[in-house]
């Protein structure tokens, strides 16, 4: 019996790689965290920068907190099963009326990861419209081979790489996944996605979470990590992150820089050139 899901968006998730959207967040979850965030921006005054972007749940307990939300942790169950790890939290804010993209892409291409079980859930914190550059995926990508990738290092490209499908896109099938604050959109981790930039008033800021099945392996990087969010992992095929006690834990923080560290090299592994934030 699943928990949160209906049988149709399971269904759905399956055969077309995508559910969306699902209410995670109160209003004031949202306003909490959204204010969580921007007070730590303004105290450092800039926004999320490189590394910070990253496994922000061993930065700021809030995000810890995002990454156990229950909600988001049924909806995961209902399609990966119960035992659960999170390998990475990662920040996608494009400010407003600024040129900030995401091209085409495919994030299993990258990652390192033995799965094809990964679902991203991808959290807003701020409306994700059309106007404000929300997500657009390409149903039933997921299925088949990985497509062939180029790097293009494009100004304004929020991907480490600039990477980009290199066989051409029909977007005409590409289908939106606007946003309300709160609500949450599901991707499996091989699914074609893109975003446009944000022509809005306001900041687009989303919060992506990638959980695995506990099986999962890392085969390009040495050494990974990754956080048990939901059961019980029975391989220890990563080191086990651990659970920031507040905000900049210094054990966690250490851990932190250790893990971006290892992620960073996992996604330039193969790259003719390295850019110096991810
Ligand atoms: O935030 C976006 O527009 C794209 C996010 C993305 O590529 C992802 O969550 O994998």
């Known amino acids: 019996m699943p928990k949160i899901l209906t049988a149709?968006?399971?269904?759905?998730?399956?055969?077309?790689?995508?559910?969306?959207?699902?209410?995670?967040?109160t209003a004031a979850e949202v306003s909490h965290s959204r204010n969580a965030l921007e007070s730590f921006e303004k105290s450092q005054g800039h926004s999320l920068q490189?590394?910070?972007?990253?496994?922000?749940?061993?930065?700021?307990?809030?995000?810890?907190?995002?990454?156990?939300?229950?909600?988001?942790?049924?909806?995961?169950?209902?399609?990966?099963?119960?035992?659960?790890?999170?390998?990475n939290t990662l920040f996608w804010t494009?400010?407003?009326?600024?040129?900030?993209?995401?091209?085409?892409?495919?994030?299993?291409?990258?990652?390192?990861?033995?799965?094809?079980?990964?679902v991203s859930v991808w959290l807003a914190l701020s409306p994700a419209t059309l106007e404000s550059g929300c997500m657009h995926v390409l149903p039933g990508s997921h299925i088949g081979e990985l497509m062939p990738h180029k790097d293009e290092y494009a100004d304004g490209n929020l991907l480490t790489r600039g990477q980009e499908i290199s066989v051409e896109v029909d977007a005409s099938k590409a289908v939106a996944m606007p946003l309300d604050p709160g609500e949450i959109s599901l991707h499996n981790g091989r699914l074609a996605h893109a975003s446009s930039p944000n022509q809005s008033a306001d900041r687009r800021i989303g919060l992506s979470l990638h959980?695995?099945?506990?099986?999962?392996?890392?085969?390009?990087?040495?050494?990974?990590?990754?956080?048990?969010?939901?059961?019980?992992?029975?391989?220890?095929?990563?080191?086990?992150?651990?659970?920031?006690?507040?905000?900049?834990?210094?054990?966690?923080?250490?851990?932190?820089?250790r893990a971006t560290d290892a992620v960073r090299e996992i996604l330039f592994h193969d790259a003719a050139k390295i850019r110096p934030t991810i």
């Open 211 to 257: 959980y695995i099945p506990t099986e999962t392996k890392q085969v390009v990087g040495a050494w990974d990590s990754a956080a048990l969010v939901r059961g019980e992992d029975r391989y220890g095929h990563f080191e086990r992150a651990p659970t920031p006690a507040a905000d900049f834990d210094p054990a966690a923080v250490a851990f932190h820089s």
């Open 8 to 25: 149709e968006a399971i269904e759905q998730y399956r055969r077309d790689g995508y559910y969306s959207p699902l209410a995670a967040l």
């Open 50 to 87: 490189g590394a910070q972007r990253s496994k922000s749940h061993l930065l700021f307990k809030w995000v810890d907190d995002l990454m156990r939300h229950d909600k988001i942790l049924d909806a995961v169950e209902d399609l990966i099963g119960p035992d659960i790890l999170c390998w």
């Open 94 to 118: 494009k400010e407003a009326r600024s040129e900030s993209f995401v091209s085409w892409h495919q994030d299993l291409r990258y990652w390192g990861l033995d799965t094809d079980g990964l």
